[in-house]
């Protein structure tokens, strides 16, 4: 952008983690102070999002987890400085069953039926599986967890225990090759394409796109939209890649899923700048704790979506002391063997129930960690 927020220029530092959470959190050490100082991280993982929480409240630098994380932070008087933004696991979660409860006929038809959880071994497979059994003992279903090692570059084993056991659906929690090869066994032992439904880091072009007729008609979560439909796409389309300052070797990867998701990041991470400079007036915003506040405060209607030029790429969020999450919408796409087409507008599960939880937990972090809950009625 051109001057940057209001004058306030962004500058940002990459670190090659490898999804290890000790080089995850060597990586934060390192470059927390860079630069003036960290004004926010985002560690695209769970594993490192989890060996930062402690470090995150001590230095006082928000952490945004989009689209992942650990779902009790969405509790912001507990977590104070972590923002799981958007949609949690937990969310997702409720919301696949809620769609298996639509393709059934209504959540009663679940009643009896059987869902298999095929997961990454890791904090981040096993993330969802206290909403999934809670929903399995609420709806009646029973659920059949299957773990998968990492890299998960052979399935065999899980497969057939699949093909014996005979579930109606199977829940492809997985990650990297190891969702491609889901999906290729899948085929290969002959279970039914339309019985699966795919985690949002499980459903993209890089994941099915290898696995050739095995994925069509696949369908996946997502928390955003992909294409290059959208006014935003088009101005970096033209802007960035017109004027050959994009960074990436592959132009036709523009507006692919993970793209997509890294250009809404990108939206509500200046937005949340925007806020705060609205508070702390423009051009003045420069610390995390005045960012935090922007987190906070995001308010992104469906009218400041269009006006941001993106309207229907992601859902409105809205966030505040209390709700570090701001939505818990979901939808469903399903991949038709040249892109994603879809299959559900934005949709939520059972919000009521997931918030209990995340309170519920959250409590019970606070009372291990000794830590005292904000009291959001004192906070602007």
Not at 298 to 306: F, S
Request: glycine fraction near 12%; proline fraction near 5%.
């Amino acid at each position: 952008m051109t001057g940057g927020v209001n004058g306030v220029k962004l500058k940002w530092e990459e670190c090659e983690t490898e999804y290890n959470a000790s080089k995850g959190v060597e990586c934060y050490e390192r470059l927390k102070k860079k630069n003036g100082g960290a004004t926010t991280v985002e560690p695209l993982s769970t594993g490192i999002a989890y060996g930062l929480f402690d470090r995150v409240a001590q230095d006082k630098i928000p952490m945004t987890t989009f689209g992942y994380g650990l779902a009790s932070s969405a509790d912001g008087r507990v977590y104070d400085w972590v923002f799981p933004l958007g949609t949690t696991y937990w969310g997702q979660m409720a919301a696949m069953i809620a769609y298996l409860g639509q393709k059934e006929g209504g959540l009663d038809k679940l009643k009896g039926k059987k869902i298999a959880f095929l997961y990454h071994e890791s904090a981040y497979g096993k993330e969802p599986i206290p909403v999934l059994d809670a929903l399995g003992a609420k709806l009646g279903f029973d659920v059949l967890k299957i773990p998968v090692a990492v890299p998960g570059q052979t399935q065999e084993s899980q497969w057939l225990q699949i093909r014996q056991a005979k579930p109606d659906y199977v829940i492809v929690w997985t990650y990297g090759v190891m969702s491609t090869v889901a999906l290729k066994t899948a085929a290969k032992t002959g279970y039914p394409r339309d019985k699966l439904l795919g985690v949002w880091w499980a459903g993209s072009e890089e994941d099915v796109i290898p696995a050739g007729d095995a994925s069509k008609g696949y369908v996946s979560a997502s928390f955003t939209a992909s294409g290059t439909n959208f006014p935003v796409m088009q101005d970096i389309k033209t802007k960035v890649y017109g004027a050959k300052k994009g960074n990436l070797e592959d132009p036709s990867r523009l507006g692919n899923v993970m793209y997509t998701r890294g250009v809404v990041y990108g939206i509500i991470v200046v937005e949340a700048l925007r806020i705060a400079q609205a508070k702390y007036g423009k051009g003045k915003v420069t610390t995390p704790e005045q960012l935090r506040w922007g987190f906070e405060h995001l308010n992104l209607t469906e009218g400041r979506i269009k006006e941001l030029g993106a309207p229907g790429l992601f859902p409105p969020i809205k966030t505040s002391c209390l709700d570090h999450e701001g939505s818990g919408m979901v939808k469903f796409q399903v991949w038709d063997g040249t892109g994603f087409k879809q299959v559900t507008p934005f949709m939520a599960g059972d919000r009521d129930m997931v918030r209990k939880m995340v309170e519920e937990t959250a409590a019970k972090y606070a009372a291990e960690k000794k830590v005292t809950p904000r009291d959001c009625s004192k906070e602007g």
